[in-house]
Each structure stands twice: as C-alpha cells, then as structure tokens.
C-alpha cells in the first residue's frame, strides 16, 4: 500500500489523515485537540465504524505526534505495524510568500524559511515550524516530509492583481502584497471541474467559488490562478463567519481609535467578532444566519445579502478581468450545501450567462454536480473540495512516485 499521513498543524490542534493512494481512501482520520493545554484526541477508522474519543496530556505538538503514532500502530483502532509503512507525511502550510510556488521536500532549512514567515502569518506558520520539528522527531528517521502551501497557487498572478496602491518600498522591505489563500482548494476544485465537464482546464476561464467559514474567491484563467479575493491575508475579500472582509481602511484606523483599540486587539475584533457573527448579532454559521433569516430577523436579512451581494461583485468582476467565464464552482461546507446562497447569487446573472436549474439547485448538497441549465452560457457547478488528498497526491509527486 502507498500510505501518507496529510497533517495539518495549528497553534494548538493537529488535523491528520491517512490515506491510502492505491484507491485514495481515507484508513484513519481525526484531530489531536488543545495542545499546550490539556489535550484530546479523536481518532477514526472510516472502513470499520470505529471512533473514539479521549483525554490525554499533550504539552507539545511532540506528544501529540507520538499518541498518533500509538493509536495508528497499537490497540483496537491499529492500522498499521509501524510508522516505516507510511511513504511520506504531507503538511499543509499557509503562507509560502514569495519564497515557495509549489510543494517542496522538508529539510531543516525549509523548516527555518517556514519559521521565518511567522510575521506575516502569525497564528499559522509557526505552529506549523513545531509540528514539522515534532513529527521530524517522532517518525522514523527518513520519513520524507513534503509541505503543501496555501498561498503557492496564487504566486501566478500579475503584479497587477496582487499589489496595493501603498508606497513599493512596503512591498519590496514588508512583503506587503496579496497573497491569496485557499490555493490548495481551489486548484483541486478547478481541475476536478474541468475532468466533469470533459474540458481541459488550459482552456477553461473559472470563477472559484470557496464559501465555509473563511471564503475566498479566485479567478482560475487556462488552470492558473490570476486574481482573488483574499489578501495580505485571510482577512480580505468577502465577509466571513467572523472576519469582516474587505473594509475601508480609514475605518479601521476610525474604529481602532473611537475604541482604544491596540493593533492586536484591532485584529482580533476584525478576526473574531465581525463578519456574519458581527454584523447579524446571530451567529458564525451560515446555517443559524438562513435559519433566522426565514424567522424574519433582519440583521440575518442583510447579512445574507450582503454575502450574496459580495459574490456576485466577485463573479462580475472576475469575467472581466479573464474577458469571459466558462465556468462558476462553489465549494466549502455554504457553497456545497447551501442552496440558499448559490440561488441568490445566480439570480438575475442572465447577462453573464449565467443560469441555474432551481431544481438540481434544491437537490445538490456535498456532491459534484451540474446546476446550470443546458441554455446556460456558463455552467454551474458544485465541487466538494478535497484539500487532504490533493495534499497527498503533492507529497506523492514530490518524493517520485
Ligand atoms: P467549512 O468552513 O467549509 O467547514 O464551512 C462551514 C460553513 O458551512 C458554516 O457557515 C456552515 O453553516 C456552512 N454549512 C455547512 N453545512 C451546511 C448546510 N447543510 N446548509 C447551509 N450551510 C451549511
């Protein structure tokens, strides 16, 4: 069996999977939960309906790694004899800045230039450091590595698109440029979606549309990214579960001053407290927001149309910058389930060529299918977005095989 363990590493939460690349199965999945605090573990083996869930100790991403270990290779949950049966590990990284434009092999130096882009993605890419370090530790030694970068899909758009109307020197001293995020989403959900409509993707100018709890929007041009929604960081484009989206910048120097607040507290309320959450007083969920919205609250009432509003503007603005649109996907937990959403934003598109079957619209929910009508110009289509496995068919390639 070809095995590799994708891993996907926060500040204090250690996301796995393992898959088997023969037939791309997922053998044990779950999440190694409040590192540094206390610690939980939940661990799954798809195939066998087997689950559990339980407190251990876990200081450190090191001791997470090896309760990983214990449950993949020991007790009732075992799926394997030893960790020398895993080909390689694929981490998912979030900021690769300008330095990485594709999946490369770990060594300690990769490790450094990772650690090294923690000031501009603090919450991300050092927790990332410790879990490379950790696992390097707790695997066999020789255990191939390959990190797998959010921001390497957008590194193929034109200065154009990525860079603010602030001094260069910012750009050139800072790194202050968009980066885009979601790279890894929308580079599995674009190809898959050329595969189904039987086109090669070189051919095809696609609107991408990633709607969960974070969203972005990318404009996929002959399978290369060439403009999209999030920044600097994941904070910009369209409003969020609870981040805020694009927003004059005067007004956040406004609101940081009316409310005494420091850059980090400024942040954290643009981070945590704003977007659905924010502006409805309901909730982050998308699903809390359509529910209260068919109750007849009204912050609810805007707060989804402004998201239907803002994606629209996207979609519009991205067939200009491509000069047309073949194609729009939705993707992530509100563009694969939420009928709602995908509904209101194709409304009224006629000009674009844009229309939706509102009967497989209904009916679609977490699956690949075709929503446009056969007299739609451009088809719609829901994609489920698969980032783990994209991440391990990256490892596989990089280490040869
Ligand atoms: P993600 O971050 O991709 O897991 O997406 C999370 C978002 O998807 C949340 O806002 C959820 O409310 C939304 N979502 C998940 N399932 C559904 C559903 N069945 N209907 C509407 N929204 C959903």
């Not at 088997?20 to 999440?31: L, R």
């Not at 990332?128 to 020789?142: D, E, I, Q, W």
């Amino acid at each position: 069996m070809n095995l590799v363990l994708v891993v996907n590493a926060g500040s204090s939460s250690l996301k796995y999977q393992l898959l088997n690349m023969d037939d791309e199965s997922v053998i044990a999945k779950g999440n190694c939960d409040r590192i540094g605090i206390d610690g939980k573990l939940s661990y799954k083996v798809p195939s066998r309906g087997y689950a559990v869930d339980e407190d251990c100790v876990f200081p450190t991403h090191t001791e997470a790694f090896e309760k990983l270990v214990e449950v993949l290779t020991t007790g009732e949950g075992k799926v394997i004899d030893s960790m020398s049966e895993i080909s390689a590990v694929g981490h998912r990284i979030v900021q690769g800045a300008e330095i990485f434009d594709k999946a490369c092999l770990v060594t300690e130096e990769i490790i450094e230039q990772i650690d090294g882009l923690s000031e501009l993605a603090p919450v991300h890419n050092h927790p990332h450091a410790l879990a490379l370090r950790a696992c390097t530790k707790v695997l066999p030694k020789g255990t191939p590595q390959v990190v797998v970068f959010d921001t390497a899909f957008h590194q193929t758009m034109p200065p154009k698109a990525y860079l603010f109307g602030l001094p260069y020197e910012d750009y050139e001293k800072l790194h202050v440029r968009k980066y885009g995020f979601h790279g890894t989403s929308h580079r599995f959900v674009s190809k898959t979606l050329a595969e189904a409509m039987g086109r090669d993707v070189k051919d095809l100018k696609i609107v991408s549309c990633h709607l969960g709890n974070g969203s972005s929007i990318t404009a996929v041009d002959g399978g290369k990214s060439v403009d999209t929604s999030m920044g600097f960081t994941p904070l910009d484009g369209i409003i969020m579960g609870t981040r805020c989206g694009a927003v004059d910048p005067s007004a956040v120097t406004y609101v940081m001053e009316k409310h005494g607040f420091t850059p980090h507290e400024m942040s954290q309320y643009m981070n945590k407290k704003s977007g659905f959450l924010g502006l409805s007083g309901v909730s982050s969920d998308n699903r809390d927001i359509q529910e209260a919205v068919l109750k007849g609250d009204e912050k609810a009432a805007i707060t989804s149309d402004i998201l239907q509003y803002q994606i629209k503007k996207y979609i519009g603005a991205y067939a200009a910058a491509m000069n047309g649109l073949d194609a729009v996907l939705f993707t992530g937990g509100i563009g694969e389930n939420s009928w709602e959403v995908r509904e209101a934003v194709c409304e009224n598109m006629e000009y674009f060529g844009i229309k939706i079957d509102s009967a497989l619209n209904h009916a679609a929910r977490g699956k690949l299918v075709k929503l446009s009508t056969p007299d739609s110009k451009v088809e719609v289509w829901v994609v489920p977005t698969n980032e783990e496995l994209l991440i391990a068919r990256d490892t596989l390639e990089v280490i040869g095989k």
